[in-house]
């Protein structure tokens, strides 16, 4: 008995021995996980400690002493260390470690520099980790927050887009199909060559450069070549501007609205002449293009220097974007009668109807709008000194230039050669991506309801729709507090903004088949004829521009606001209204799982941007009906251009070092006014929604307090890095400020910003002198 108890004790096999392989494999799982799980809270515990918990040398504006003194700190002799304040320890469960989080912080710290001075550049502060490790991509001009959710957006829209259709799909989902499919179909494209834009030029009338003596100047008149153009798809705005618009005087209805000609290149370059760089560029393409088609290299370069210099007397006899901000110098009502009077050489009635037609019809009595009247009467003494061969020659250049991107590959060459020098771009972009913008662009509609049924999260809507409101108190707190203006004028400001009108995210409508079948009706796409397609849409949009000549405003109408999948936020004079597309509602700017000082510097400055808009220098000029009406009081209004004189001569004194060129204060003044207010609100805002709430946590491994995290956000908004190239064209032709100034100019004229980070007076982001209209 003892021995075979002896042999049993030691023949017995241990626990681990009598688990099966299974049970063995399972168990060593689970105690790894759980070994890795104490670590990881332990790593957490000493990283929140370490970075968090421990007094750091970064500004908080409550418990904080200054380590120099106040002179030292105003002479300048502590550069590095005069913002370093030592900063009681936070609690450790003062920070927030969910997800969203640890995810924002990881991207902020990614982006900044922590090396630079919050109070001498917090540009660089915020920023310069982004532009250290950021490589713009051969097929981008440019790189900032706007580009990155646009990326997302367009990832999730090809899956939408490219999606087998179910039977029942609705024809407008299978309509933006059908062109994406048209666009991707390369084969066809090729097999098909440049005989759809030859064949086109021939429909037109026949491009002189091409015909050589076989042209006939008998068969070309201007005005005809524009009627060919409207029946064929191609743009009526080559001589004239021609639109319809609404009244800005009575926005209850529509009228025709003349403009100066839609020039090829921007007015800003062609007038500075025939030798100018990027004109000689423009130039070259043309000549390029034109023997790529079939033309005799000596005759494209005669006739098409011809045609360019009209084209530059066309830019020289209109009017620079800085003298279009007085919109009421634009508002030149005449009836149709009175044009044929003023400028009789040109048959205005037949102009009219024939480009209408069958849309609309005009009576002789009826009004339209003339914005550059200098500009008719100097249009008919050119037209009528320039021989016709010029002219067709310009014209059919500008029809020829808007088709190459539909042909092939050969010519879209040349094209991206053209944009290189344009633009600094080397590669284009991925074929699938340029289709699916292409279709959202043309399909807005269509493509934003697919958008919107698969990938929009609701709740951001009713968040966004709470941050309009909490902003817009704000900015009416400080139209109630301006000491600059009349009691009269400030009722009439205060009524503005209380009826501004707010579209967040996406009208109810895009859900709607029946109402998507209705705009669709009538647009037919061939998904093997890409140039067909395109033509087909912009006639299938000038009808429906067209159309509405007759009909009422509707300011909240669903089409006009059912544009979702867009990154971008809009102020509409004309309607007081701001508008905030699903697009926008991401990345960056806006998400429910991160702490309200990131969507209040993002979103909210947007919001707050777009809601100023309704008072610079342009938006102003609108009452609260959205109609053109003056209604300020003139010892008042020229407060007001006082202080915008301030923000033009601010921004006009930055200069872009990389280019050697100053922004153009004038016509971006409406942005910077608009970017200065905004960045006001939001902040105030957010004091306000803490007050409704509860201090906020901080998030891991930053060692700043939620104020201070509102700036950082408000700069990560605009981290922007851009070609040279690129950015020669911004200052020249754009209304916005380049990223870099969108944060240095308003958070240096902001006193809550300098207090926040402890800047003293007299550092580069705590000027002496700061500027504010609102």
């Given at each position: 008995m003892t021995n075979s108890m002896k042999q049993t004790v030691i023949k017995n096999p241990t626990w681990w021995k009598r688990r099966s392989g299974l049970e063995r494999g399972l168990t060593v799982i689970a105690v790894s996980g759980f070994l890795l799980c104490i670590a990881l809270a332990v790593a957490l515990g000493i990283l929140a400690s370490n970075t968090t918990c421990n007094t750091t040398s970064r500004p908080d504006p409550v418990n904080t002493e200054m380590l120099p003194s106040t002179a030292e700190a105003l002479s300048g002799s502590e550069t590095s260390s005069n913002i370093h304040v030592i900063q009681k320890s936070p609690e450790c469960d003062d920070i927030c470690l969910t997800p969203g989080c640890v995810a924002t912080a990881s991207q902020i710290l990614k982006n900044m520099d922590h090396n630079v001075e919050p109070c001498d550049d917090f540009y660089k502060f915020a920023c310069g980790g982004f532009l250290g490790t950021t490589s713009i991509p051969d097929d981008k001009t440019s790189v900032n927050?706007?580009?990155?959710?646009?990326?997302?957006?367009?990832?999730?829209?090809?899956?939408?887009?490219?999606?087998?259709s179910p039977p029942n799909e609705p024809r407008p989902f299978k309509l933006a199909k059908d062109f994406y499919e048209a666009c991707m179909n390369k084969t066809a494209i090729e097999e098909r060559g440049l005989q759809p834009l030859l064949n086109n030029l021939r429909k037109l009338g026949g491009w002189p450069v091409l015909d050589a003596e076989r042209w006939n100047e008998g068969d070309f008149t201007w005005k005809d070549a524009v009627y060919r153009f409207r029946r064929l798809g191609y743009s009526v705005d080559y001589f004239i501007d021609f639109?319809?618009?609404?009244?800005?005087?009575?926005?209850?209805?529509?009228?025709?609205?003349?403009?100066?000609?839609?020039?090829?290149?921007?007015?800003?370059?062609?007038?500075?002449?025939?030798?100018?760089?990027?004109?000689?560029?423009?130039?070259?393409?043309?000549?390029?293009?034109?023997?790529?088609?079939?033309?005799?290299?000596?005759?494209?370069?005669?006739?098409?220097?011809?045609?360019?210099?009209?084209?530059?007397?066309?830019?020289?006899?209109?009017?620079?974007?800085?003298?279009?901000?007085?919109?009421?110098?634009?508002?030149?009502?005449?009836?149709?009668?009175?044009?044929?009077?003023?400028?009789?050489?040109?048959?205005?009635?037949?102009?009219?109807?024939?480009?209408?037609?069958?849309?609309?019809?005009?009576?002789?009595?009826?009004?339209?709008?003339?914005?550059?009247?200098?500009?008719?009467?100097?249009?008919?003494?050119l037209i009528s000194e320039t021989p016709k061969r010029v002219q067709a020659n310009y014209v059919f250049w500008r029809a020829a230039a808007a088709s190459v991107s539909y042909l092939t590959d050969d010519i879209r060459k040349r094209q991206l050669k053209y944009t290189l020098e344009l633009n600094g771009k080397t590669e284009r972009e991925p074929r699938w991506k340029e289709c699916v913008e292409i279709v959202s662009g043309s399909m807005a509609i269509s493509v934003g309801s697919m958008y919107v049924r698969k990938y929009f999260k609701e709740d951001a809507k009713k968040t966004a729709l709470e941050m309009v409101e909490d902003i817009r108190?704000?900015?009416?707190?400080?139209?109630?507090?301006?000491?600059?203006?009349?009691?009269?004028?400030?009722?009439?400001?205060?009524?503005?903004?209380?009826?501004?009108?707010?579209?967040?995210?996406?009208?109810?409508?895009?859900?709607?088949?029946?109402?998507?079948?209705?705009?669709?009706?009538?647009?037919?796409?061939?998904?093997?004829?890409?140039?067909?397609?395109?033509?087909?849409?912009?006639?299938?949009?000038?009808?429906?521009?067209?159309?509405?000549?007759?009909?009422?405003?509707?300011?909240?109408?669903?089409?006009?606001?059912?544009?979702?999948?867009?990154?971008?936020?809009?102020?509409?004079?004309?309607?007081?209204?701001?508008?905030?597309?699903?697009?926008?509602?991401?990345?960056?700017?806006f998400s429910n799982d991160r702490p309200r000082y990131m969507n209040y510097g993002a979103i909210g400055f947007v919001i707050g941007h777009e809601i100023t808009h309704g008072f610079d220098d342009q938006g102003r000029q609108f009452n609260k009906?959205?109609?053109?009406?003056?209604?300020?009081?003139?010892?008042?209004?020229?407060?007001?251009?006082?202080?915008?004189?301030?923000?033009?001569?601010q921004y006009g004194n930055y200069t872009v070092k990389d280019v050697g060129m100053n922004l153009n204060g004038i016509n971006t003044q409406g942005e910077n006014i608009a970017d200065n207010g905004g960045i006001k609100e939001a902040y105030y805002a957010y004091k306000e929604w803490v007050k409704r709430n509860k201090p906020e946590q901080r998030l891991p491994g930053l060692p700043y307090n939620p104020e201070q995290m509102f700036w950082v956000s408000a700069a990560n908004s605009w981290c922007s890095k851009y070609r040279p190239e690129a950015m020669k064209l911004r200052i020249t032709t754009g209304f916005h400020s380049p990223g870099e100034f969108r944060v240095r100019g308003p958070l240096s004229n902001m006193e809550e910003f300098s207090r926040d980070f402890n800047c003293p007076v007299g550092s580069k982001m705590n000027p002496k002198k700061k500027c504010a209209v609102w």
């Open positions: 927050a706007f580009s990155v959710i646009v990326d997302a957006l367009l990832e999730q829209l090809r899956t939408s887009i490219e999606e087998e639109g319809v618009s609404v009244d800005l005087k009575n926005n209850s209805r529509r009228l025709i609205d003349l403009d100066q000609a839609a020039l090829g290149l921007s007015r800003e370059y062609l007038s500075k002449g025939f030798d100018e760089k990027i004109v000689q560029a423009y130039y070259n393409y043309m000549v390029d293009i034109a023997v790529i088609l079939g033309a005799n290299p000596d005759r494209a370069r005669k006739e098409l220097k011809e045609s360019l210099e009209f084209e530059i007397k066309l830019a020289n006899i209109s009017l620079p974007n800085e003298k279009r901000r007085n919109v009421t110098l634009l508002y030149n009502p005449m009836t149709v009668n009175q044009l044929s009077a003023t400028y009789p050489s040109i048959p205005w009635w037949e102009y009219f109807n024939t480009i209408l037609a069958p849309q609309a019809q005009l009576s002789r009595d009826e009004i339209v709008i003339v914005n550059v009247p200098s500009y008719l009467k100097d249009f008919e003494r108190e704000e900015f009416t707190k400080i139209l109630k507090k301006v000491e600059w203006m009349d009691e009269k004028t400030r009722a009439n400001a205060l009524e503005k903004a209380a009826d501004m009108t707010s579209h967040i995210a996406y009208p109810d409508e895009l859900l709607d088949n029946r109402k998507l079948d209705e705009f669709y009706e009538g647009l037919e796409l061939n998904s093997s004829d890409y140039l067909g397609s395109i033509l087909n849409l912009t006639i299938f949009g000038t009808n429906f521009s067209f159309g509405r000549l007759r009909k009422p405003v509707n300011k909240t109408e669903w089409i006009t606001h059912g544009r979702p999948a867009i990154v971008n936020a809009f102020y509409s004079s004309i309607e007081n209204s701001i508008q905030f597309p699903a697009g926008i509602l991401q990345g960056t700017f009906e959205g109609n053109l009406v003056d209604w300020w009081e003139p010892e008042t209004k020229e407060h007001y251009l006082r202080r915008a004189e301030c923000i033009i001569y």
